[in-house]
């Protein structure tokens, strides 16, 4: 625990100097296959044998993504996941937030192994200190945008959103058996068939996607939260992240670029999707 802060722990490495990146557009969409309504639920529950489809598109303002970075080894996370959980509640759920739980690893030795948490979560968390986005790596830790935001420690609300225009990203979602299959496609800012400047070039850019586990429940008997039940939503089971495969050209022309996968659904069984564009080499969402 940290003095200045009692609800932070904190886990600090050496971490190799690295310019920061210089930011571009940013833009993140989120694709709801669950929802509290009973029956999305009971879609994405039904025969293994059962083809289901979706199809959505973001639209082309910026929507803010709000990454939480805890465990369930760790005494302060509980108060920072109740919080997140209540997001499902509010009127900017999917309009304007988009609410990511990453479970980290690195608190696991002190009894509990967390069973959401993952060495690349960690990662991901030590890489936005790598890259200077955070001051440190702490749990409960907030990124919003690609940056530390500690205004949840103060009560502060979520900033609004810049209603910037930074394209659009459109996902048709399949799913078949115990599988997620998705094909996505992103239009970059500017009219079809203008010039691309390199910064945006189609080689930069890499989709990634989420599998969002929702209303999780663990008992949890050892560790620093043991006799407690802890419920959590918006937990990444599954992360693809997907580099743009073709390379770009000079002066290339503003085209939809397309990208597919799949994602496992035997990690949850009520479950969402999110889906956001970052620079490639660089996991900040852009």
């Known amino acids: 625990m940290t003095a200045t802060k009692p609800l932070i722990k904190t886990r600090i490495g050496a971490y190799p100097k690295k310019k920061n990146s210089f930011l571009l557009w940013f833009f993140t969409f989120f694709l709801m296959l669950y929802f509290?309504?009973?029956?999305?639920?009971?879609?994405?529950?039904?025969?293994?044998?059962?083809?289901?489809?979706?199809?959505?598109?973001?639209?082309?303002?910026?929507?803010?993504?709000?990454?939480l970075f805890t465990s369930e080894g760790c005494s302060s996370c509980p108060p920072a996941d109740r919080w997140l959980s209540n997001l499902k509640n509010s009127p900017d759920l999917w309009v304007s937030v988009i609410p990511i739980a990453f479970h980290v690893d690195y608190w696991n030795s002190l009894g509990w192994r967390g069973p959401f948490s993952s060495r690349e979560n960690s990662l991901r968390q030590r890489t936005y200190r790598q890259l200077r986005y955070v001051n440190g790596v702490y749990t409960p830790g907030f990124i919003?945008?690609?940056?530390?935001?500690?205004?949840?420690?103060?009560?502060?609300?979520?900033?609004?959103?810049?209603?910037?225009?930074?394209?659009?990203?459109?996902?048709?979602?399949?799913?078949?058996?115990?599988?997620?299959?998705?094909?996505?496609n992103f239009m970059r800012p500017g009219a079809a068939g203008t010039k691309i400047y390199r910064s945006t070039s189609s080689s930069q850019l890499t989709l990634n996607v989420a599998l969002l586990a929702m209303n999780k429940k663990t008992d949890v008997p050892l560790g620093e939260n043991k006799g407690k039940t802890?419920?959590?939503?918006?937990?990444?089971?599954?992360?693809?992240?997907?580099?743009?495969?073709?390379?770009?050209?000079?002066?290339?022309?503003?085209?939809?670029?397309?990208?597919?996968?799949?994602?496992?659904?035997?990690l949850c069984t009520e479950c969402a999707v999110a889906a956001w564009i970052s620079e490639t080499g660089n996991q900040q969402p852009i």
């Open 36 to 67: 509290v309504s009973k029956g999305y639920a009971s879609e994405i529950q039904s025969p293994t044998d059962e083809i289901k489809k979706w199809h959505f598109s973001s639209g082309p303002k910026q929507t803010q993504m709000l990454e």
């Open 144 to 184: 919003l945008n690609g940056l530390e935001w500690r205004g949840w420690f103060n009560r502060n609300p979520i900033p609004n959103r810049t209603h910037k225009d930074v394209g659009e990203l459109s996902l048709e979602a399949t799913k078949l058996n115990n599988k997620i299959l998705f094909d996505a």
């Open 230 to 266: 802890l419920h959590h939503d918006f937990v990444v089971t599954n992360l693809q992240s997907i580099p743009y495969p073709v390379a770009s050209v000079v002066d290339e022309e503003n085209r939809p670029l397309n990208w597919q996968g799949e994602l496992d659904l035997n």
